[in-house]
């Protein structure tokens, strides 16, 4: 049987499609609305409340966790001051990724944690083979739902029941109050817009989303699925786990790991030199940057709009854009006298409805992952391959100011208006 | 650049056609002014705060024509395009009837069933016949028409191909595009459906805007025009941009400005000044001269106002040739639209459907059978404006919070039909009247729905004429008729964006493709503009 979340009750009267998948053995809806793209816009122009409870929760704390956490994460949690919080990844001794996910620090010796696989046993053993005893590690998965509150008005929303978003920063934390029931909010999300994250005791979850809905009445607040996410996720740059990336820990070979370096997230080890840590992975992942020994680097690519109609109005048909966001591999080409050059991988394909063109995340040698390289992206057309133009570009593909700058009440999204 | 007279290139009226074509060639590098008469840019879409916090769009409304190469072409997400999707059409019918169709085609399936279950499948059917013709037409809506008289070799050659093409079309959307240019949207879907709700809601695409009833011949062509568009590569799906139209224009004039092109408001044309033509030398323009009496100078000036200002007021039509004044002069404008817009206190109330606002996320057509409608135009052929009219809702507010404060809303509703000439009144006198008759046709829908105003805005034919420039107050500049669409828009002859005075352009809606936001006409007259600099077989 499919566990349900403590908001599950709650969101069942908005979905009209009636369907709901499992996410780690929770029911969640893909879409409440018939319309992904309307969800999509919530995040994107007014606001949306996503139920992400089935993340893996741990509470990691004791005199020795902070120690603890330095030697299992690649990036330097002590960097990490309390009241903030940090996205970082962590490793195998090969250096390959076993899984990225938030660090909350709540108190000098306190982290809180979330994953999208389980890592209880992991994390303890991992404890017991540094031979840190003063680091207790609890799985709270099922005591907090997490509510995530993105979009431009998501501050316009929040604001009216907790002082504390008023002042947060990007990546900062508060742990307050709504309506008397304790809520811990980070101003983080994966949607790459303006937004925060509440976790709130299973408990209270009734009374906390009850003040949200009305909160939100006024701001157009829907539940969103998560298809609307995870075309946010794409535009936002934002690499998901068994799609991007698979865990190393239940791969069967080493073509199906990468490193940190692969995924694009040589930036968590920007000051590598000056960081003294020997975190699990540090070794291998090192011999890597030294010897750029890399085999991909993970880019994003923005699809030749031109192109893509041209070889869909060729084969007589419309070219498909709206709802379309794609999961499966897509081949990509070296351009050159030589065709069908294999070259690399798409990972995730999305039409961006808010910048107008087709964008993908893929993976690619060193050689062609220079921003501005143009490639073949290959899709299919009634059935045949056929070859788009990409281009290598920067992730994010999108990435508004109101993400990480201070909101003003009620928030403004985007788009000027004309006096 | 301030006391600057001297440009490549001078538009004349910075709507939406006036600004694509103004970035065009900017784009190219021309030295390039709009000229506005009014305060801001947008034309005919614009949206204006008339009371704090509510945003009205005063005129259009709906963003779906624009064609999507124009969004490439001058990078204006990068400026600031945000189009939302609009997910529902509601249908109010009679006693408390009523039609939600929505982004699922299985749940509009069963939604139509209710009515008649064969409606449900034909609707599918249509629809993709529908898809398919516009599809066959995407390359002719987006090329510069060939020209029908001129007996040169390479425009005869262009009328062959064109019949060349159209002969190539599958047999079903042939005949399908043939009904669309000869019969009446009525009798198309008199011969597809059976329910008079849903035709109704449909019908509404071949009326509007037009002086023209269900049954009217012409509006087939409506119709189709309307479907021409898309969203995100759905056909004749629509979208509200954020912020409304203005918003749109708004990122025009962004992407114009950004590409080095400089915007002038309050600055009327009176004139557009141009050599004589003797000798054998035809005229040639030179310039504007403004309402102020200054002059510009550029050897290219563009007009993006309607046929009959740009033949008969910017110029003197006796140094035209008279087939073409005859044309023009025949030209139907006639007007039959108007816009009552609401700020609200809250949401409209469907009794049965109560407290959803869900159903106001697209359009919300009042017009619930083609007798309602035929009623309707028959007072605009007595010259009264409708006394039960038909109305095209938008409530924008209920996917954009910023139209409006927090739990308001606005409301745009474009009326119809509103004759530009009134047999017994005039419009200063009517305007309120008007008013007060959509209210109360509102509130025979939406009961309470009088409670819920508090701010109305009532934009009459005359008042478009006014304030926006459009002739007899006709919304794309001309109507949507065959005489006066493709090979004869605005002229037989003169469908190509030139005019008989060298270096005088035509760009606005009354050229092909035709009106709506849909920024065509500016594209193409910026791409015969390139065409003529560039040097014969270069």
Known sequence: MPQTTPFHDLLT????????????????????????????????????????????????????????LQAVMVRDIAQCPVGTAQYTCWCDPDGFVLQDGVIMRVAENEFWLSAAEPSLRYFRATATALAMQGVGIQDITGDYGILAVQGPHAHSVLAQLTEAVDSMAYFELAETAIDGCPVLVSRTGYTGDLGYELWIRADQAQQVWQCLIDAGKDFNLIPVGLEALKMARVEAGLLLLGVDFESSRFAWVDAQRETPIELGWRWMLRKLEDDP???????????????????????????DWYDYERVHLEAGIM????????????????????????????????????????????KLPNDLAKPGTEVDLEISIIHKPANVLATVQRMPFFNPARKTEQPTQPTQSTGRISS | MKNETNYDAIVIGGGHNGLVNAAYLAKAGLKTLVLEQRPLVGGAAITEELIPGYKFTTFSYALSLLRPDIVQDLNLVAHGLVVLPMTNVFQPGFDGE???????????????????????????????????????????????????????????????????????????????????????????????????????????????????????????????????????????????????????????????????????????????????????????????????????????????????????????????????????????????????????????????????????????NIGPSFDYLEEAFADCLAGRFSRKPFLDCCVQSTVDPDMSPPGKHIMSCFVMYTPYQLADSDWDSERENLGDTVQA??????????????????????????????????????????PQMFLNRPAPGWNQYRTPIGGYYQCGSGTHPGGGVMGGPGKLAAQQIFNDQRPEGG
């Not at chain 2, 190539?168 to 879907?189: N, Q």
């Not at chain 2, 708004?250 to 557009?272: M, P």
């Not at chain 2, 509130?443 to 926006?468: A, K, M």
């Open chain 1, 13 to 68: 009267p908005y979905n009209e499609t009636g369907i709901w998948k499992h996410w780690s053995g929770y029911l969640v809806a893909p879409r409440y609305q018939f319309s992904t793209t309307a969800e999509y816009y919530a995040i994107r122009d007014s606001v949306s409340v996503l139920d992400t409870s089935p993340l893996f929760k741990y509470r990691i704390t004791g005199v020795d966790a902070l120690r603890f």
């Open chain 1, 277 to 303: 840590r020997d975190f699990i992975g540090r070794a291998a992942i090192e011999k890597q940057i030294n010897e750029r020994s890399n085999r991909w680097t993970t880019v994003g690519l923005s699809i």
């Open chain 1, 319 to 362: 070219p498909p854009k709206h709802d379309l966001y794609c999961e499966s591999t897509k081949s990509i080409y070296r351009r050159g006298d030589k065709e069908w050059d294999y070259a690399g991988y798409a990972t995730s394909f999305l039409f961006s409805s808010i910048l107008k063109k087709p964008i993908a995340i893929a």
């Open chain 2, 98 to 364: 009523y039609m939600l169709l929505g982004p699922d085609s299985d749940v509009n399936f069963h939604e139509i069933s209710r009515f008649s279950a064969e409606d449900a499948e034909s609707y599918r059917d249509l629809s993709h016949l529908i898809n398919r013709v516009c599809h066959a037409l995407k390359p002719l809506v987006d090329a510069i028409p060939p020209n029908s008289v001129s007996q040169d070799p390479a425009d005869l050659a262009e009328m062959v191909a064109l019949n060349q093409y159209m002969d190539g079309l599958p047999e079903d959307v042939r005949a399908m595009l043939g009904k669309f240019t000869r019969c009446s949207a009525g009798e198309i879907l008199d011969e597809y459906l059976e329910s008079d709700l849903l035709k109704a809601q449909i019908v509404s695409s071949g009326i509007i805007g037009s002086k023209v009833g269900p049954y009217s011949k012409e509006s087939g062509l409506v119709w189709l025009f309307h479907k021409l568009g898309e969203y995100d590569g759905v056909q004749g799906e629509w979208g509200f941009h954020k912020g409304g139209n203005g918003g749109f224009t708004q990122v025009l004039a962004r992407a114009f400005e950004s590409l080095g092109g400089t915007i002038r408001t309050d600055a009327g044309v009176d004139r557009v000044l141009y050599t004589d033509g003797n000798e054998g030398n035809g005229s040639e323009v030179t310039g504007v001269r403004l309402k102020d009496s200054t002059e510009l100078s550029a050897p290219i000036v563009v007009s993006a106002l309607d046929p009959r200002r740009t033949f008969m007021q910017l110029v003197n039509p006796d140094d035209l040739p008279a087939d073409l004044v005859q044309a023009i002069t025949e030209f139907k404008f006639q007007g039959t639209a108007s816009k009552v817009n609401f700020a609200l206190s809250g949401i409209p109330n469907f009794p049965g459907l109560d407290g959803r606002s869900d159903i106001f996320t697209g359009f919300t």
């Open chain 2, 441 to 482: 046709t509102l509130e025979e829908f939406f009961p309470g729905f009088g409670q819920l105003v508090e701010h109305r805005e009532v934009v009459t034919p005359l008042d478009i004429e006014r304030v926006v420039g459009l002739s007899e107050g006709n919304i794309f500049a001309g109507e949507l008729f065959s």
